[in-house]
Structures are given as C-alpha cells and as structure tokens.
C-alpha cells in the first residue's frame, strides 16, 4: 500500500516548455487535488476532481490542465512554463468514508528558468 | 471569501516549554477543521480534525485542539514540546456539507532548541 506517489520529485524546465506531474493513489478515494506549496502562502488548491472523469478549478487554476481518466490517476499539465510557476506541488487524495481527511503524496518541486 | 488565517509565521521554543499556535477562519456556515503537519523532509500528514462534539480534540503525539465557534478559531496546543516537533503546522477548513475544498492556512514553523 504505497499510499499518494508523484512523479516525477524534481524538475527543471525553461520558459515555454511543457510537462505533465502524475499523481497516482491505491486507496480507492473518490477526490483527489493538485496543491501548489509557496514559502509564507501555505498550501493553495489549483485543481480538483470528486471522481473519474470530473474536474474543477481550485483558487488558481492559471497555467494549469488537468485530467482525471482513471480513478488513481489525476495529472497536473503546464502546457506553458513560466517562473511563477516555480514551486512545490503537492497531490492529495481524500474520501468521504475518511471524512475527508486528505493523504497526502510527497511533492514535485519544479523550477522554472 | 474563506480564509485562514494562522498568527504566528515562526515559533521558537526551548524544549519542554508549552506551545498554542493560533488559527482563525473567515467562513459563516458549518465547517470541519484540520491540523496537518510537515515535519522536514516529509510529507503533511493529518495531526488531529475537528467534525462535531466536544469542541477538545485531541490527535497523535499529545497534541490537541479546542474549537471556539464564537471566535471562529481553533487553536492548537500541546503542554510540553520536544525537539522532534520541530515542523511545519498547517490549519486548514473545510466547508461542510457538501464541500470539496479545503482551505489552509500560511503555516506555522515551529523550531525546538533541545
């Protein structure tokens, strides 16, 4: 039971360019969320999904795609790098049988030049 | 909009010493709360969640919480600190019911000197 996984934990991209974050789970959660983590502005939602095949907009949902084709899957896309888009992501899962408590995977830290 | 707002940005404590971090939320309505925890290196991991009841949660590591619904906070406390709860604390509130969206405070980081 590996729990919440990202990948990739680092990366470095130029201006411009693209990539996908993969976050996967194993714990059968209906919701799952991308998190963004900047020093002194805690944790603040990009996007979210409350099952397979469904997403909404978080607080800021700029710059950012989002897809959710399997239930364990929910992938966070940059189609276009920018260096306010350097950070610390984080991907969580949660359940309402929890009582929403969320899980939370380890992070991406992502530099943009 | 809801907010979440935690007083102190850095807390600094010798080690046995008592601890309160403050958190205050801006939402009206019913709401589940959270205490989450990073310690360095790791992942946030839930420390103790407030849903309904007696308003005196207590979570994992002699941690505990009290909800006041008058003052809209809910304040963590612990009576005697260690070094190994040098960490990075979250407050966080969900809208309840029906809401998805949980919102966190800036953080806390505290530091023990041993």
């Known amino acids: 039971n590996a729990g919440v996984t990202q990948t990739p934990k680092f990366r470095v991209l130029k201006t411009g360019q693209s990539m996908t974050l993969l976050c996967a789970q194993d714990?059968?959660?209906?919701?799952m969320y991308w998190y963004r983590q900047d020093p002194g502005m805690g944790l603040r939602l990009i996007h979210y999904?409350?099952?397979?095949?469904?997403?909404a907009k978080g607080e800021v949902p700029d710059g950012y795609n989002v897809s959710r084709l399997k239930k364990q899957n929910f992938l966070l896309g940059l189609e276009s790098a920018a260096p306010s888009q350097t950070s610390v992501y984080f991907c969580?899962?949660?359940?309402?049988?929890?009582?929403?408590?969320?899980?939370f995977g380890p992070g991406t830290r992502l530099t943009v030049t | 909009a809801q907010s979440v707002s935690q007083h102190n940005h850095h807390v600094i404590l010798s080690e046995a010493a008592s601890l309160e971090l403050g958190c205050n939320y801006s939402?009206?309505?019913?709401?589940?709360l959270f205490w989450y925890v990073q310690y360095p290196g790791q992942h946030l991991q839930l420390l103790l969640k407030y849903f309904s009841g007696d308003p005196l949660v207590k979570g994992i590591k002699g941690f505990e919480a009290e909800f006041i619904k008058s003052k809209f906070s809910f304040n963590l406390r612990k009576p005697s600190v260690q070094w190994s709860d040098t960490a990075e604390y979250f407050c966080?509130?969900?809208?309840?019911?029906?809401?998805?969206?949980?919102?966190f405070g800036a953080g806390t980081r505290l530091f023990v000197k041993a």
């Open positions: 939402y009206g309505g019913t709401v589940n």
């Open positions: 999904s409350v099952g397979e095949g469904t997403t």
């Open positions: 966080a509130v969900m809208q309840s019911p029906g809401g998805f969206k949980t919102i």
């Open positions: 969580a899962s949660s359940d309402p049988g929890s009582r929403y408590e969320q899980y």
């Open positions: 714990m059968n959660h209906e919701y």
